[in-house]
Each structure stands twice: as C-alpha cells, then as structure tokens.
C-alpha cells in the first residue's frame, strides 16, 4: 500500500490543481468506490456539489480534501476522504482524455478545467465525505482518522513523545513502528529501510528499547522518507502514480526492502527475507542481528 513519501507526492498535486475550485458535477461510477460513505452514493454526491476545496491536506497514509462550509452561516467543514487501498489513483485530467478502464468517481469542477479522477482496479480504496473533528495528536482531521498519530514530517511531530509511545508498548519493534496510533505515515518498505540505516532488528522488544535507539529510527524513519518524497515515492508497478499518471523512482534506491540475496550496501552481506505479518521483513544478518529471546 502507498506509504507517507507516494501519499505526500498526491497531496503535493492535488494542491496545485484543485485548490479554490469549485465542485459542479459529481458521477459515482462504482458503488464500492463509496462504500466508505455510510449515507449512499446520492448523499456523497450531494455533499460534494457545490462545495469550493479549500485544502488538500495528509496525515500520515491518509488523505483529504478539506471543503469550504456547505451554509455560508455554519462554520462547520467537511473532508473528502481517500482511500488509496491497494491500487487508488487520484488523476487530475483533461476532460477530453478517454475515460480511464477502472474509472470509479468523477469529479467536474465549474471552471470547465481539468477535472479530478478517482481510478481503482482492485476496488480496496474508496472516497466518503466527513466533518473535520478534533484528532488525538492535535489538530483538526476527518473524523474516522482522529486516531492517527501525527507522523515523523509533521512540523508538530514530537520525536521525544513518538519515542516514549514506543516504549511503552510491550510488541516487537517493526510491530510498533507500523501501528499508526504510534507514528504514522511508516509502513512496510520505510519500517526496514529504517531499521536496517539504525542497525535495528525489528524483532527487538520494544520494552528494551531505548531512548537512543528509539531516536534513531525515528530520525532514519524520517530521512528515507524524504529522500524518497524527492524521487516521487517508491513504484513498484503502474498502481503507484502521481496525479500525472507519473511513477517515483525510489525503488531504485532501497537498500533492503526486496533485496533478497543481493549484497549489503554496507557490509556486503547478503540481504534475508522473512515472513512477516502475511508479508516480508528485509535485513542484513550482520547489520542488523536478532536480538536473543
């Protein structure tokens, strides 16, 4: 699934393109596209129309569009909350551009720009539309989101409390690091990147942790995701795009994750994968040794 890096580069370009415009036209092509949406695609639809995007806005994974007030008297404002899922792509198109095969939501705007797209092959992602309300760490998020922990590229990120979260869980540390009550925005992909430049297992407890060590996959967790936010994000295939339809090119530039027996970068150590949580953990034997039970 797309991580806080692929999640940034569409907010990036939602920002540029559909900002201060103003909904005209709703079409919901695929009813589970807004499954999300308790109230029913004709209720989406109507909550949408009409309404100018003030923001695009992220935290963590998790993305929205903040709208203006739907009555000009009440300061209460909505979110348009999405879904990426496995395979969700938000486009920003030309209208003249053939319909795109998995097309599930479009949306027109009233200055007969381009409008916004929302494609999904696997149908996992989805759009909904949610007040804005008061989240745990601070600040204001859509409501079903108000659980998510603020992430390590958030300007109000506080690394010491990111840090005490992990140590008072009693899990493993890879566990820890991809619970986004703790920090969000890590998933898969950064967690062993991570881990591997801090010279972490993931394995460790996270009880026997400690401050430093907590810092430093923190501040890791931190800069290959922004090295990866420079390169568009990691695509693994033509799912992960911006809205141009353009891919990252990050996956050039891991130095674990999907490396099985190639040669630490550091070492030279051949690379191990092991099953993980119906998925795979990426280390380097040497650099980053099972802790003993």
């Known amino acids: 699934m797309p991580e806080l890096p692929e999640v940034e580069v569409v907010r990036r ?20 596209a807004v499954r999300r949406h308790a109230t029913g695609a004709d209720d989406f639809t109507a909550r949408l129309t009409g309404r100018t995007v003030r923001a695009a806005a992220r935290r963590g994974k998790y993305l929205w569009l903040e709208l203006d007030s739907a009555d000009p008297g009440d300061s209460a404002e909505d979110a348009l909350l999405a879904h990426l899922g496995m395979s969700g792509q938000m486009l920003v198109e030309d209208a ?3 319909d795109e095969k998995h097309l599930r ?31 745990t760490g601070g600040g204001l998020v859509p409501e079903p989101v108000a659980h998510i922990a603020r992430d390590p590229m958030d300007p109000a990120f506080s690394a010491e409390d990111a840090v005490a979260a992990l140590r008072r869980r ?22 062993d990147e991570a881990l591997w430049r801090a010279k972490l297992h993931g394995l460790r407890p996270t009880e026997k942790l400690t401050r430093a060590q907590g810092h430093a996959v923190l501040d890791a967790a931190t800069t290959v995701m922004t090295e990866a936010l420079a390169q568009g994000g990691t695509s693994f295939d033509a799912l992960y795009v911006n809205v141009n339809g353009a891919s990252g090119y990050f996956d050039r ?10 040669a630490c970068t550091r070492c030279g150590t051949p690379i191990r994968r092991d099953a993980f949580m119906n998925r795979s953990s990426f280390t380097c034997p040497r650099c980053q040794p099972r802790p003993r039970r």
């Open 105 to 135: 939501v479009r949306i027109r705007f009233d200055d007969d720009g381009p409008e916004l797209r929302f494609v999904d092959q696997r149908t996992f992602g989805g759009l909904s539309v949610h007040p804005l309300a008061p989240a």
């Open 96 to 98: 003249a551009q053939p």
């Open 170 to 191: 009693r899990t493993e540390l890879k566990r820890a690091l991809l619970d986004q009550t703790v920090v969000s925005g890590i998933g898969n992909i950064y967690a």
């Open 13 to 32: 370009g939602l920002a540029d393109h559909v900002l201060d415009r103003r909904v005209a036209t709703v079409e919901v092509r695929h009813p589970r």
């Open 253 to 262: 530039s891991l130095d674990v994750y999907g490396q099985t027996d190639r």
